[in-house]
């Protein structure tokens, strides 16, 4: 492990030196749990933060990535705050850290963890490590959860157990879905998400040498289902990115168009929240294929091609942003 970052090791340094230490100024919460973990209420029963959101999203990436906000333009008159993350390294960080894989509790009280701690768990149902070689080691670790209920003491001695150590070395982030700094890593997962489609189409992910990508912020609604649609049609209908691969032009072309949601979508272009409830509240019953980002840009450094598909939907993000 000597050759190779820790993501675990960084991403827990950011928790207690960032967002532990400025419990007040990013209004966020510190927990300790009775089992000795330390969670960290980003916005369940507290405001959060613009700075928090940003740190979450760092720390869900294992501190491998970029993250900076923006501006996203509807039209003359109305304008959205945006998220911008960029990172060299999307095995780890977005493969081996951000992805939401790893299923906690049973039942009603399962919940999806995402962040370093699944690096170093690698637990037999995250499928996700099939699509990188990544694997991290370290004595302290960190969860990210996206949930509207508080983490159980089960949760965190799961999470103890399977990473091989003691509960008190453990650190859950939690934000759900209806709230500033939910919304904005939601927005920010869009590199994710063209990784994880990369490789379901057969594109080798290792190929890639840089990333980028943005995608507008949506706005707050205390609604937990409406805004779930509003922040997965963040990405779907509003996000863009810029990869940078080394790779055979036959390739990338026969990849490029089915990345996006318009020409890969079996839903498109419905919103995400309309979908959603067709499945019954159930995302096992989604196509794969819904997942997927609006636009994107590839440019191969090996022949100097660039290779576009996709577009900006802005009558979707309209709807459900401002409706």
Same mark, same amino acid.
């Given at each position: 492990?000597?050759?190779?970052?820790?993501?675990?090791?960084?991403?827990?340094?950011?928790?207690?030196?960032?967002?532990?230490?400025?419990?007040?100024?990013?209004?966020?919460?510190?927990?300790?749990?009775?089992?000795?973990?330390?969670?960290?209420?980003?916005?369940?029963?507290?405001?959060?933060?613009? !700075?928090?959101?940003?740190?979450?999203?760092?720390?869900?990436?294992?501190?491998?990535?970029?993250?900076?906000?923006?501006?996203?333009?509807?039209?003359?008159?109305?304008?959205?705050?945006?998220?911008?993350?960029?990172?060299?390294?999307?095995?780890?960080?977005?493969?081996?850290?951000?992805?939401?894989?790893?299923?906690?509790?049973?039942?009603?009280?399962?919940?999806?963890? *995402?962040?370093?701690?699944?690096?170093?768990?690698?637990?037999?149902?995250?499928?996700?490590?099939?699509?990188?070689?990544?694997? !991290?080691?370290? #004595?302290?670790?960190?969860?990210?959860?996206?949930?509207?209920?508080?983490? *159980?003491?089960?949760?965190?001695?799961?999470?103890?157990?399977?990473?091989?150590?003691?509960?008190?070395?453990?650190?859950?982030?939690?934000?759900?879905?209806?709230?500033?700094?939910? *919304?904005?890593?939601?927005?920010?997962?869009?590199?994710?998400?063209?990784?994880?489609?990369?490789?379901? &189409?057969?594109?080798?992910?290792? &190929?890639?040498?840089?990333?980028?990508? &943005?995608?507008?912020?949506?706005?707050?609604?205390? !609604?937990?289902? &409406? @805004?779930?649609?509003?922040?997965?049609?963040?990405?779907?209908?509003?996000?863009?990115?810029?990869?940078?691969?080394?790779?055979?032009?036959?390739?990338?072309?026969?990849?490029?168009?089915?990345?996006?949601?318009?020409?890969? *979508?079996?839903?498109?272009?419905?919103?995400?929240?309309?979908?959603?409830?067709?499945?019954?509240?159930?995302?096992?019953?989604? #196509?794969?294929?819904?997942?997927?980002? @609006?636009?994107?840009?590839?440019?191969?450094?090996?022949?100097?091609?660039?290779?576009?598909?996709?577009?900006?939907?802005?009558?979707?993000?309209?709807?459900?942003?401002?409706?």
């Amino acid at each position: 492990m000597s050759d190779q970052v820790s993501i675990n090791k960084m991403a827990v340094k950011l928790v207690k030196e960032e967002i532990i230490a400025n419990e007040a100024k990013l209004g966020v919460k510190v927990h300790k749990m009775d089992c000795g973990a330390t969670l960290v209420d980003m916005g369940l029963d507290v405001k959060g933060s613009w !700075d928090a959101g940003l740190l979450f999203t760092r720390v869900a990436m294992g501190d491998m990535s970029r993250v900076q906000l923006g501006s996203w333009r509807l039209d003359d008159e109305i304008m959205f705050s945006a998220v911008e993350v960029y990172t060299e390294s999307p095995l780890i960080s977005c493969l081996g850290s951000q992805i939401a894989g790893w299923k906690l509790g049973e039942g009603e009280f399962a919940t999806i963890g *995402s962040g370093p701690a699944r690096a170093q768990a690698v637990v037999d149902s995250d499928m996700y490590f099939e699509m990188t070689p990544y694997r !991290d080691r370290n #004595d302290e670790v960190v969860l990210c959860i996206q949930d509207v209920k508080l983490p *159980s003491e089960d949760i965190a001695l799961e999470v103890a157990r399977e990473c091989d150590v003691p509960p008190e070395n453990v650190y859950l982030l939690l934000a759900p879905s209806a709230c500033l700094v939910g *919304s904005i890593q939601v927005s920010a997962r869009l590199l994710e998400q063209v990784c994880h489609k990369m490789h379901e &189409k057969g594109f080798e992910v290792e &190929k890639v040498v840089n990333c980028w990508g &943005k995608a507008p912020i949506a706005p707050v609604v205390n !609604d937990e289902v &409406k @805004a779930m649609g509003r922040i997965n049609d963040a990405i779907l209908y509003g996000g863009e990115v810029e990869f940078w691969v080394d790779a055979e032009d036959v390739e990338v072309a026969k990849v490029v168009h089915q990345l996006v949601s318009k020409t890969s *979508s079996p839903y498109y272009p419905e919103p995400f929240g309309d979908v959603f409830e067709k499945a019954g509240r159930d995302f096992y019953y989604i #196509d794969h294929d819904f997942h997927s980002i @609006a636009k994107i840009q590839i440019h191969n450094v090996r022949t100097g091609s660039c290779f576009v598909a996709g577009e900006l939907n802005k009558d979707v993000i309209r709807e459900t942003f401002l409706k």
